[in-house]
């Protein structure tokens, strides 16, 4: 219980619920892909550590990471990534960061409306 309280304060999105909260719909998507990520990192599932190694190898490299996203996290965006291009292009670390700006602007939009 207490990594799955650790996850979760690293989060903006998703804290825990069953179903996405109302007042959060515009960032359904980002809550889904936090809801995911938790679990995943909670299972340690061998395809999510998989993943993980493919993001760390082929996409980040020696690259830094976007600083306020973990990086499992960033490992499902370039997944997503790769999946709507259809593989047509490599996912860059360019693409996870514009990915993470989008997250990172959602939330803090989401902010600026529950004020």
Same mark, same amino acid.
């Given at each position: 219980?207490?990594?799955? /309280?650790?996850?979760?304060?690293?989060?903006?999105?998703?804290?825990?619920?069953?179903?996405?909260?109302? !007042?959060? !719909?515009?960032?359904?998507? +980002? &809550?889904? +892909?936090?809801?995911?990520?938790?679990? &995943?990192?909670?299972?340690?599932?061998?395809? +999510?550590?998989?993943?993980?190694?493919?993001?760390?190898?082929? $996409?980040?490299?020696?690259?830094?990471?976007?600083?306020?996203?973990?990086?499992?996290?960033?490992? $499902?965006? !370039?997944?997503? $990534?790769? +999946?709507?291009?259809?593989?047509?292009?490599?996912?860059?670390?360019?693409?996870?960061? /514009?990915?993470?700006? #989008?997250?990172?602007?959602?939330? !803090?939009?989401?902010?600026?409306?529950? #004020?």
């Amino acid at each position: 219980m207490e990594r799955a /309280q650790e996850l979760l304060r690293q989060t903006r999105f998703y804290k825990g619920e069953k179903n996405c909260p109302e !007042a959060i !719909a515009q960032g359904a998507n +980002y &809550w889904d +892909y936090e809801r995911v990520w938790v679990n &995943w990192e909670l299972e340690q599932d061998e395809e +999510y550590l998989g993943m993980v190694q493919w993001f760390q190898t082929e $996409i980040q490299q020696d690259r830094p990471l976007y600083p306020s996203v973990p990086v499992g996290l960033q490992a $499902i965006f !370039a997944s997503r $990534i790769a +999946y709507w291009s259809g593989g047509r292009e490599p996912v860059t670390m360019e693409d996870v960061r /514009q990915f993470c700006d #989008k997250y990172e602007q959602a939330y !803090a939009e989401l902010q600026a409306t529950a #004020k």
